[in-house]
């Protein structure tokens, strides 16, 4: 097997050009194995085969810096840069990571994995190139989805301004994740069906030397293509159609299922887990919309390329213009939602947390600022959510609950969840954004009557005395829990409250509190710095009530296991019935024999 | 005076022609008696007089949507609308704001001062008028700067997928805020050089209709322009060439001069301002970066569209390649400087506070999350930095400080500024911003020789016992003021903390406090949700030491008088004395005697 002898992408020059092809195809066999076990990003990489090939065999890395964008298509290139093994022996499918991380190997430049950065990145790369006076080629990798975003078009841009080397690859598989929407698709479209002659060409217009390639899994045209432009002293645009999931028939027919998922069959082309069909918290939200959107033709739902959180595409066709995907581009969907809530319509943005901190601006300065009532989902944000370090979703109450107007929930279970989005579709006061439980769906069977234009009242679930549990969100199960230790092994009554709302205090039931409660605790799915907790801690912070708040460290926490992160971090029912009992014995609420019995 | 008679744009309508052109010449000079004598952003607005008139003669606020980009050339469409007399009469220069403002009229559909935004908010205005099944038209006004911003672009990419009518001025005035940069630049100059005529054209590849009209102060011109667009089914891009400056040959002369500022003299085309040499945190900042980087060819300065932050025109052309203006592209620099600082060159980020938001992911996942040494300087972090809602910069402790990795620094006077941005250039460890002071430039005299590697140490300044002072920066002298009131008036001497790090805590520090400390208060010169304090409030929230924090209240304070807000938030020498004092007593460390004399 030639691939097992590449311990790095020199051993590719010494290849001939048959032993290049066969490379390709054990490559693209050993990748097909690995994703039909153990799951990944299928379609993206089987595409890019022949590219990631011809690149290491053209230039030379890491002399040369390869940047890839999202760099989930860098599978690959991690095959050739020493990293082998991990796709051919199953033992060792998670020695890497599923995206370019520099901890990993010099070849990978930079831990990425949100999008359309590549660009930016270079521009970077290559003026820092140009002010020490060398001269290594600056290559970045971006798909036509990743052009959606305008950070890219910003890359773009000033590449141009630099005027020096730098060779940007559009991989153009004509897909984003789901299908593309924007002006710049129809031209790339143009562009495909003309074989790069049509007049308007959005690269050449932005001042790129611009090449076509049209089949882009053609190995020595790749090869051919990339020694035409190595060591250029100016930028050059490569515009490379290639197929998206190329050599499995099933991904090249079915583009969006094909992009990422878990193991599959190969010779069915079915994920393994489709059996699956209980409710989840995105299907009930799906539910939800479907019906609450074919009966109000006003509320319109915006997602930011990645539609099947909310839809699949059957879905899609029936809820109609009701539907707007933006590209790859969280700052249009906020700042679109600010568009559509201002003119009367009812807009519902679905979001990924980690994605959603691409919008900062866009959601403090065009929806918070002018006040206006759209709603935003925030999916993930859990340490149950994503857990590679670049997708972690664990940062958002720091991040969204300090914005002025902004109303953040927290449900804990699904009818509270439907009730506070439809009171949010419903009301037109402030931009409410709702931290969509994560986990398995939780039930009530009652439904949820609260008045939840009464603004941060929290609700007290059960009234004892001396420690109140407050449990955030999705750790509102984790109050319960302690508190039941607490009354099992020390017959302490904890009073339990669900705050509901994450970006304001019940400032009435915590001045109450401070009658009988000397501690409060605080617990939160996410970062401790920046958290709720610390603003209770803050207001209490001049009163004799102690308070410990618990979450997580502030870190990039990378492919963790949540229960041993949560335990690391002291977010154990054990430690915290603990804690809790220590400070009440300081406190000589408790004497030594109560708290050891 | 015609410009008197309009109260609303429907008496537009009835003007004859020769009436029309002389309400353009009154309007004008009605701005510049105003601009000359109260500030403002002259050169903008001057350039778009006849472009405005024809606006509101052609089309019909508010039920067509006028948007306007960062909205400071919108002083004629304010005239034009109700509020001339806020242009007339000195008396009331201040009724209006410097941007569109929803308060201020139904004609200003949203508030705004960012850029880049209204492209994206036009795309909602006008899918909710689908969805609603309205007729009437949207019309964007966006300047050659503003579409160097990624969101711009996300914009136009969506209204062209929406498909439907809007209007798209391009007000080209072939300068951004200073000159403009980037490759959309040069189509433009080209698409300026053959009147719209030249193959490469970025709009239309983008898919739009397009427009040119050379001469856009031409009055009849842009009338009969916009009389042929209007009511258009599908998006159209009117690409509009302006004079910035026009009709003061001051600011057609120097155009970057002439984008905003203070009074000036018509006569002489100077500011009255001018004559203030005196040295403050800017001057400092660019003396010692100017010696700094022609020391060492490796360091580079990054800005996005606001050079004159760092270097004047002179400056610029000194530091040569060492300085780079992406564009208003926030964006770009934050993940440029990542590429920048990995392939080993040391970027250092001027940004104000405000437009810092822009790139929170960009901070987070690109610079951050590899934990590269880029340094940013934060400007006008600050209660007394610009006080309209939409510039306002005082949620950056939130939004900064719980980004892992970043070091967030925050200096107290000259010496120890220059000191940490030294140490910032020089590491190779980590992210570091530093909170440039603002106010008056404070000098020691002595130069700063912390090691600042020692991460999160804190200065105590002043030994004291009972109560601690951890004043935050700016917020520094304001711990000083209340520690000589404490002792003079009731003879406790205070310990005195600058913490100096605000993304950390000296947590030895803090433990040795709670021997014999019964407070600990914390002042910075920020909101207080989210900020530095309420980490101390928490980590000593387990503790008996009592926490006050003081800062300010979430929320978009506009137009504010900086000692008024302060009041209005406790954040005074006497209030927070009394509250220190009456903490003390309820921990009854003081007596009613020591604490009433």
Redesign the interface.
């Known amino acids: 097997m030639i691939l097992e002898q590449i311990h790095d992408p020199q051993d590719l020059k010494k290849l001939t050009n048959e032993e290049l092809h066969t490379l390709v195809d054990e490559a693209r066999e050993a990748l097909l194995q690995k994703v039909s076990r153990h799951g990944g990003h299928n379609g993206p990489n089987l595409g890019v085969a022949e590219m990631t090939v011809a690149l290491h065999y053209v230039f030379d890395s890491p002399k040369d810096?390869i940047i890839f964008d999202v760099s989930h298509q860098s599978y690959f290139h991690k095959m050739l840069t020493g990293r082998a093994q991990a796709f051919i022996d199953p033992a060792h499918y998670d020695d890497v990571s599923g995206y370019t991380n520099?901890k990993e190997s010099e070849h990978d430049?930079?831990?990425?994995?949100?999008t359309?950065?590549s660009l930016?990145?270079?521009?970077?790369?290559?003026?820092?190139?140009?002010?020490?006076g060398e001269d290594d080629n600056v290559v970045a990798i971006i798909g036509d989805g990743s052009l959606?975003?305008?950070?890219?078009?910003?890359?773009?841009?000033?590449?141009?301004?630099l005027g020096t080397n730098t060779i940007v690859i559009v991989n153009d598989n004509d897909q984003s994740i789901a299908e593309n929407?924007?002006?710049?698709y129809?031209?790339l479209r143009e562009l495909r069906a003309s074989n790069g002659q049509v007049?308007?060409?959005?690269f050449?217009?932005?001042?790129?030397e611009y090449h076509y390639l049209d089949n882009g899994n053609d190995l020595d045209a790749l090869i051919a293509l990339f020694q035409q432009v190595k060591d250029t002293d100016h930028p050059v645009l490569l515009h490379i159609h290639t197929i998206k999931g190329k050599g499995f028939k099933f991904a090249e027919e079915n583009r969006e299922k094909f992009h990422a998922g878990g193991p599959f069959s190969l010779e069915t082309g079915e994920y393994l887990s489709a059996g699956n069909k209980k409710d989840t918290y995105n299907s009930v939200t799906t539910e939800y919309l479907m019906k609450k959107m074919a009966a109000d033709?006003?509320i319109?739902a915006v997602n930011a390329g990645t539609p099947m959180v909310l839809f699949n595409q059957e879905q899609r066709a029936k809820v109609g213009?009701?539907f707007?995907d933006?590209?790859i581009?969280e700052?249009?969907a906020a700042?679109?939602?600010?568009?559509?809530?201002?003119?009367?319509?009812k807009?519902v943005w679905a979001v990924t947390s980690t994605f959603m901190?691409?919008s900062?601006?866009?959601i403090?300065?065009?929806l918070?600022?002018?006040d206006l009532p759209g709603t935003i989902l925030v999916y993930g944000a859990s340490v149950h959510g994503m857990n590679d370090?670049?997708h972690i979703g664990i940062?958002d109450i720091?991040?969204m609950?300090?914005?002025?107007?902004v109303v953040y929930l927290a449900p804990t279970n699904k009818e509270e969840y439907l009730a506070m989005l439809d009171w949010s579709l419903e009301q037109t006061d402030h931009p409410v954004a709702i931290r969509v439980p994560v986990g398995a769906l939780k039930e009530t069977g009652v439904a949820d009557t609260t008045d939840y234009s009464q603004l941060y009242k929290n609700q007290v679930t059960k009234v004892g005395s001396k420690v109140a549990l407050v449990g955030v969100g999705n750790f509102y199960s984790l109050a319960e829990e302690i508190a039941k230790e607490l009354d099992a092994k020390y017959e302490i009554q904890a009073t339990i409250i669900n705050p509901k709302f994450i970006s304001g205090l019940d400032t009435d039931l915590l001045d109450h509190l401070t009658d009988d409660h000397q501690l409060v605790v605080t617990l939160e799915d996410g970062?401790?710095?920046?958290g709720y907790?610390?603003?209770i801690?803050?207001y209490?912070?001049?009163?004799?009530v102690?308070?410990?708040?618990y979450g997580l460290e502030?870190?990039?926490h990378d492919r963790y296991n949540a229960a041993e992160l949560l335990q690391e971090n002291g977010v154990t029912v054990e430690n915290i019935t603990e804690?809790i009992v220590k400070?009440l014995k300081?406190k000589h609420v408790l004497s030594a024999n109560e708290s050891t019995r």
Do not use: C, W
């Open positions: 810096k520099s430049l930079f831990t990425v994995g949100h359309s950065t930016a990145l270079a521009s970077g790369v290559a003026k820092a190139r140009d002010l020490k959606s975003g305008g950070l890219a078009y910003e890359g773009l841009n000033n590449i141009i301004e929407h924007g002006g710049l129809r031209n007049e308007n060409n959005f050449k217009a932005l001042g790129f033709p006003t319109v213009k009701q707007v933006v590209g581009a700052q249009q700042t679109m939602l600010a568009g559509l809530a201002k003119n009367g319509v807009p901190q691409r900062f601006d866009q403090s300065h065009d918070a600022l002018n370090e670049s940062f720091p991040f609950s300090h914005i002025p107007n970062i401790v710095d920046g907790g610390q603003t801690a803050s209490l912070g001049n009163t004799d102690r308070v410990q708040n502030k870190a990039f804690q400070a300081g």
